[in-house]
């Protein structure tokens, strides 16, 4: 068995409350200021890292933070190899520039996929070690000695021979005249001294005591407030305003009217609210109006039944499902939005010379191009401001708002801030695709002898990153992420990709992209196969885990520490998953009870993960939480319907979210890896839904292929 840490958690509002006091507390030292520009002499050795005179050491994050913890564990592994002292480390949010900042794993700047850490480890490892031995060079050369015998730690260069000592702010200028060596040596992992460790978050402060900045928040002087209202139909336009008794409300100002939406510009939101409420409104609402539900359905199943573009395919598969027991299904995944605790907004300037924008986005470079575009500037002329998100799920991966701002801003005389309703923005997302995913298998000697699953679904990347796709033969990779790496030993399978564009609805990247699609329907099939095979879930997936040691271990664990085969009451059942998702191992138990009524109660959630080398245990945790309670709240409640193509959810009291009294005691278990880090911002959340589905199963003998849960079909007597 692998050396194991074991971080248990059980939240509850009491302990919250008084953890997150004592983080206030103790970890003012550790505030995040913000960076002052580049001064004459300080030490900038790459695009990552500034050492001024005074020994300050501002860390440029390539990556966004949105509750992740990025702005944390991606200065741990700078200021690791670089020696830095951590207590004299800032972090400034780099400015859009795809040449410097580009993900190395999506090839565009941009913070998505869980890979932060794991696409920037290397990078930003060389560049803290070369920056470090630039600084060692230095010292060398003011003590005459040979570099070799100097040694650097928390912030200064050491000469153990003679006891000297400089601090890397009086070397930042002989440092800037040395070379950077083009491969330094990297430390042993077991000579870190900051990676590893449960560091305190260095954005924690300032979200405690209100200083932190987020897009919602910024106020540039003689800003103006506007709200907006695009057309309820996908796709429609704009066909007579009347205003009259808009512009009669204190506050308001101004009335833009462009061909695809409407916004009230005030002194404040309040006004611009009342202001667009009073708006009369004629839509011409164009070819989508009678778009529904049940069309985008029907569509996805005929698509479906088609043969697909061959993702993966290994040994006989057709040979080998003509032998043994024969068992399918088919599942079923809605559209979903993000409704992000910060919704939509974009403050912009415009003047005929320059366009100014302060926005949380995933992808600035992006929405630099955007503004450039829709204003005609030169890309230099645009500057944006990028601050933190408050949540991003992959909707700010869009740039749809932003280019919506511009156009409102153009109208606008001085700064405006547009800011969404609730409303405006679920009934505006670009929402998770639904999959339709239809698989085959046969049993031999209590083994999967064939497997053939065919992924029906819309390809985001072929919009959003067209060279990926064409480049790839018009199969989505994402889509078929989890899928065509299915972790079991099969020797003989077939993934097939159909790509089906829903009528109207516009889709985008939701936290999890392709595997909490594939995740559930794999890990959901594989528990139905168990059961025809008479196997024990756990022994079942154990049995073809010989060659993924790393997932073996931690299904093995999760069960352990579970208590997978401890008895439990009447409608009352565990559900376990396991998946290789964004390079980290995951296994997941959901204990979950089944009342007369349908009404699910979640007990407790157990999850076991080998994610490589973890940069910050506390981080790893707390996005696992935030992962499992994200997906199982979209299993329970999560789905957009449409109807005369318009998205009937408007909010939070007909787009639940699970609250915290329904949330049980989660319980991570990580694994010690010398593997290299792996992604954990959405594991969590493709883990959740297929467990609680074979919980539900294993509780009351019903198998629900389509989410969200029907509560129907779990009361006592309704059973499908």
Same mark, same amino acid.
């Given at each position: 068995m692998a050396d194991i840490a074991d971080i248990k958690i059980a939240p509850s509002r009491r302990t919250l409350l008084k953890t997150g006091a004592a983080a206030g507390t103790l970890l003012f030292a550790f505030r995040m200021p913000i960076a002052q520009a580049a001064l004459a002499g300080d030490f900038e050795p790459n695009a990552f890292i500034r050492i001024a005179r005074d020994g300050k050491v501002t860390l440029i994050m390539p990556q966004v933070e949105m509750g992740q913890g990025v702005y944390t564990s991606i200065p741990m592994i700078l200021a690791e190899e670089l020696d830095a002292a951590w207590d004299a480390v800032s972090v400034e949010a780099a400015p859009?520039?795809?040449?410097?900042?580009?993900?190395?794993?999506?090839?565009?700047?941009?913070? #998505?996929?869980s890979n932060s850490v794991r696409a920037f480890w290397l990078p930003l490892r060389k560049a803290g070690a070369a920056a470090r031995a630039m600084l060692i060079g230095a010292a060398a050369k003011r003590w005459n000695v040979d570099p070799s015998t100097c040694t650097a730690g928390n912030g200064e260069v050491s000469h153990a021979a003679s006891g000297r000592k400089l601090s890397y702010g009086v070397l930042a200028d002989d440092a800037a005249k040395q070379s950077a060596p083009a491969d330094p040596p990297l430390k042993d992992p077991k000579d870190f001294r900051l990676i590893g460790k449960p560091l305190k978050r260095l954005d924690t402060p300032d979200k405690v005591n209100g200083k932190a900045l987020y897009g919602i928040d910024m106020m540039p002087p003689g800003v103006k407030i506007a709200t907006l209202a695009a057309c309820p139909v996908f796709g429609g336009k704009v066909g007579h305003v009347d205003d009259s008794a808009a512009k009669t409300i204190a506050g308001v100002r101004q009335v833009v009217v462009l061909d695809d939406l409407v916004a009230v510009v005030a002194d404040h939101f309040w006004a611009a609210k009342q202001g667009l409420e009073a708006l009369e409104i004629v839509w011409n609402e164009g070819a989508n109006a009678n778009v529904d539900s049940a069309q985008v359905w029907k569509q996805i199943r005929k698509s479906g039944e088609k043969s697909g573009l061959v993702a993966r395919s290994a040994g006989d598969e057709q040979k080998a499902l003509g032998e043994g027991e024969k068992h399918e299904a088919r599942y079923e995944l809605p559209f979903l939005a993000h409704a992000p605790m910060e919704p939509m907004n974009c403050v912009v300037h415009v003047t005929p010379e320059s366009c100014?924008?302060?926005? *949380?986005?995933? %992808?600035? =470079?992006?929405? $630099? /191009?955007?503004?450039?575009?829709?204003?005609?500037?030169?890309?230099?002329? !645009?500057? !944006?401001?990028? $601050?933190?998100? *408050?949540?991003?799920? #992959?909707?700010?991966?869009?740039?749809?708002?932003?280019?919506? &701002? !511009?156009?409102?801003a153009q109208k606008v005389d001085g700064p405006v801030k547009v800011l969404y309703t609730r409303e405006e923005d679920i009934r505006h997302d670009v929402y998770r695709p639904v999959y339709y995913d239809q698989l085959t298998a046969t049993l031999k000697d209590g083994?999967?002898? =064939?497997?053939?699953?065919?992924?029906t679904g819309s390809s985001i990347v072929a919009r959003w990153l067209p060279p990926a796709f064409t480049g790839n033969h018009d199969i989505d990779f994402d889509a078929v992420d989890s899928a065509i790496d299915i972790p079991y030993d099969i020797a003989n399978l077939r993934i097939e990709y159909v790509r089906d564009e829903p009528p109207a609805v516009p889709t985008g990247f939701w936290r999890g992209v392709g595997p909490n699609n594939n995740v559930f329907a794999i890990e959901s099939f594989i528990d139905e196969l168990a059961l025809k095979a008479g196997k024990d879930p756990v022994a079942f997936r154990v049995a073809m885990l010989d060659k993924t040691p790393r997932l073996k271990a931690s299904v093995q664990l999760v069960a352990e520490k579970s208590g997978w085969n401890k008895p439990l009451g009447r409608r009352i059942a565990r559900g376990l998953s396991a998946q290789v998702s964004f390079a980290s191992f995951i296994a997941t138990v959901v204990e979950a009870e089944i009342d007369e009524d349908g009404e699910i109660h979640l007990r407790r959630i157990t999850? &076991?993960?080998?994610?490589?080398? #973890? %940069?910050?245990?506390?981080?790893?945790?707390?996005?696992?939480? =935030?992962?499992?309670?994200f997906g199982l709240t979209a299993a329970l409640y999560g789905e957009i319907t449409i109807d005369k193509?318009? !998205?009937?959810?408007?909010?939070?009291?007909d787009y639940r979210m699970l609250r915290i009294n329904q949330t049980p005691p989660i319980d991570i278990h990580l694994i010690k890896s010398g593997e290299a880090p792996g992604g954990i911002g959405e594991t969590g959340a493709t883990a959740g839904p297929p467990a609680? &589905?074979?919980?539900?199963?294993?509780?009351? *003998?019903?198998?629900?292929?389509?989410?969200?849960?029907?509560?129907?079909?779990? /009361?006592? *007597?309704?059973?499908?």
């Open positions: 859009p520039n795809e040449a410097l900042y580009a993900n190395p794993l999506l090839h565009v700047q941009a913070t #998505g996929n100014e924008i302060w926005v *949380g986005s995933q %992808v600035c =470079g992006r929405t $630099q /191009a955007i503004a450039a575009k829709v204003t005609g500037l030169p890309l230099e002329k !645009v500057t !944006v401001h990028n $601050q933190l998100l *408050g949540g991003g799920f #992959g909707r700010r991966l869009e740039v749809d708002a932003t280019e919506k &701002a !511009v156009r409102i083994r999967i002898n =064939g497997w053939h699953h065919r992924i999850s &076991a993960v080998d994610t490589g080398i #973890g %940069v910050n245990p506390d981080t790893i945790v707390a996005q696992l939480q =935030g992962g499992l309670i193509g318009r !998205v009937q959810q408007s909010n939070f009291n609680l &589905a074979n919980a539900i199963a294993a509780a009351t *003998g019903i198998r629900l292929r389509r989410l969200p849960i029907d509560r129907n079909l779990l /009361a006592t *007597g309704k059973k499908a």
